[in-house]
């Protein structure tokens, strides 16, 4: 975390995003740190939040609702269309679908994101 001068607050919660595996949502977070830290507010997660990615150390995804990732590097994500939940998928990069979106559009491709859909195995063990 380099940029904007250290702030406690911006530790606490971009530490709670790197011990998670969860891709939690603002919400999620500001309530893992409020009984731990009782003037922290919702607006300080936000603000910190969009810091964080701004700064490029945390990634900002968007899915039905707004997801922040401490994993920076390019991965793919599966959601599950029951509970929401979003999980890591440990697969590699496919830098040659770039290039095939470049040749199909012409359009400078600097990257994608990919994120499979389906039933979580949580849900699939509750039904």
């Known amino acids: 975390m380099n940029g904007k001068r250290y702030s406690r607050q911006r530790e ?3 530490e709670a ?3 998670t595996e ?3 949502t603002a919400e999620m977070i500001y309530q893992w740190l409020k009984p731990a830290n009782p003037s922290l507010s919702l607006g300080t997660v936000y603000r910190n939040l969009n810091l964080l990615a701004d700064e ?3 990634r900002r995804m968007a899915f039905p609702v707004e997801r922040y990732d401490a994993k920076t590097m390019p991965h793919p994500h599966f959601c599950c269309d029951q ?3 979003v999980y890591d998928l440990h697969l590699p990069y496919d830098a040659e679908l770039d290039r095939q979106a470049l040749l199909a559009s012409g359009h400078d491709v600097t990257g994608h994101e990919v994120v499979f859909h389906g039933i979580c195995t949580k849900c699939k063990q509750l039904h």
């Open 22 to 24: 969860q891709h939690p």
């Open 56 to 58: 490029g150390a945390i």
């Open 17 to 19: 995003l790197r011990q």
């Open 83 to 85: 509970c929401g939940a």
């Open 12 to 14: 606490l919660i971009y």
